[in-house]
């Protein structure tokens, strides 16, 4: 797992913050750059198409063959999109645009020895040290110490961009880093989804498919889940769905139905031995991406008729505006939660997660494309890609800070 992680992390690395410059690049031309910013909210809406479908062909293996062909065809497909992105080299070569280092620039050799170096030494720091010194975490794991420690050199290197560049350059750098700075804001509340969100999914939502007609053709297409009451050796739980752990960190094991029947009513349940069809929780993760493509094209129209009469909201407004929804998205949470006696009892509707991806997508939509274009509208050209690996690094101390999603979700108020 950590092999193919560390893999994931290069190849992204090296891909998302080229592709969004590439991107800019293009756009940089003088009749182009009025549309850049429509520009990047198609291409977030391109790439998001692919998150919408993704969803179901991974349900569709894992539930009709195994995980393993489910990994697998996610290797297939970065393969099929290598080969369509080397046959199209001629299109984007125009924005391959590469600018001489100035005298205050690093080489590579610098930025390993000033960056990575002691990011790492940083990691091993918070690792170890917390644990030793105070017998506990400071952000509720190990790993997430480690992490905020070696993020802790990398920051001082961004702001050490800022200050050794030179008149002309500081002003967009110290724009670009507030940004990025407000953004992390956004991204804390953001990647709940991918967390907090699917563990909701799995445990606290009714995934019971009402209609005959779609259940049916759902299962037809290999996308539901099966589960039953049938006794089986499953997790120990306590009242709050959080799993029981005995002194050395073990989860206990009891013998139950399917866990998903633990807060269903007895009086809900299928009769023993037959079993139930649920919507896979992973496909719940396509209804971002599914408002991403939908509502992307309805607002690049709506930014284009603004800018035609000059009332186009600006990039600061924008995020503004991302940011006051994403805290919105957390209200409809909270109104799922008391759409019941106890989440413990009881499943509440998938209806409010509708509801709170839709809010929280459309946060993204006026926000991520944004930052994006940004950094290619203020970065100086030669410091572009870098400055877009920042902007894709606020993402990461969004996801931060917590405690484990089970404790999360044991937490929240009956």
């Not at 998302?16 to 293009?26: A, D």
């Not at 049916?216 to 499953?234: C, E, M, Y």
């Not at 509502?295 to 035609?308: E, G, I, N, W, Y």
């Not at 600061?316 to 929804?325: N, Q």
Request: hydrophobic share 45%; proline share 6%.
């Amino acid at each position: 797992m950590y092999v193919s992680l560390g893999l994931i992390i290069c190849g992204n690395g090296f891909f998302k913050p080229n592709i969004s410059t590439l991107l800019g690049n293009i756009y940089n031309k003088e009749d182009l750059k009025p549309l850049k910013n429509n520009a990047y909210n198609i291409f977030y809406m391109g790439i998001n198409s692919g998150a919408l479908l993704c969803n179901f062909a991974a349900a569709y293996l894992r539930n009709k063959y195994s995980w393993g062909y489910a990994f697998g065809a996610a290797g297939v497909g970065m393969v099929i999109g290598l080969i369509v992105f080397g046959f199209n080299l001629k299109h984007v070569r125009a924005g391959d645009v590469r600018k001489p280092p100035q005298k205050e620039d690093m080489n590579l050799g610098q930025i390993g020895l000033y960056v990575f170096v002691p990011a790492a030494i940083a990691a091993i720091i918070g690792f170890v040290v917390p644990m030793r010194l105070f017998h506990g975490t400071i952000m509720g794991t190990q790993s997430s110490d480690a992490f905020v420690f070696a993020c802790i050199p990398i920051i001082a290197f961004f702001i050490s961009i800022w200050v050794r560049a030179n008149k002309n350059d500081k002003r967009g750098i110290g724009a670009l880093l507030f940004i990025f700075a407000i953004s992390i804001i956004f991204w804390a509340l953001f990647y709940q989804n991918f967390t907090a969100y699917t563990l909701w999914t799995e445990k606290h939502t009714d995934r019971t498919l009402s209609s005959p007609a779609i259940a049916g053709g759902a299962d037809w297409l290999g996308l539901l889940q099966t589960v039953n009451t049938n006794p089986r050796t499953i997790d120990s739980v306590d009242a709050h769905l959080a799993p029981v752990r005995d002194a050395s960190g073990q989860v206990l094991k009891t013998t139950g139905p399917d866990p998903y029947f633990l807060n269903v009513p007895k009086d809900k349940w299928p009769p023993p031995g037959q079993d139930l069809k649920l919507a896979n929780a992973e496909l719940y993760q396509s209804i971002g991406p599914f408002f991403i493509v939908t509502l992307t094209p309805l607002l690049v129209a709506l930014f284009s008729l603004l800018r035609k009469r000059g009332k186009e909201p600006t990039t600061t407004s924008k995020f503004g505006i991302a940011l006051f929804l994403s805290g919105l998205s957390s209200l409809v949470m909270l109104f799922a939660v008391l759409s019941v006696a106890s989440i413990y009892q009881y499943k509440v509707s998938p209806a409010w997660l509708w509801g709170t991806y839709f809010v929280i997508t459309a946060a993204e939509v006026f926000l991520s494309p944004m930052g994006l274009s940004l950094v290619s509208k203020l970065a100086p050209p030669r410091l572009t890609s870098l400055l877009m690996g920042g902007w894709f690094l606020t993402m990461s101390p969004g996801q931060q800070g917590r405690r484990s999603d089970d404790e999360q979700l044991g937490q929240i108020p009956g």
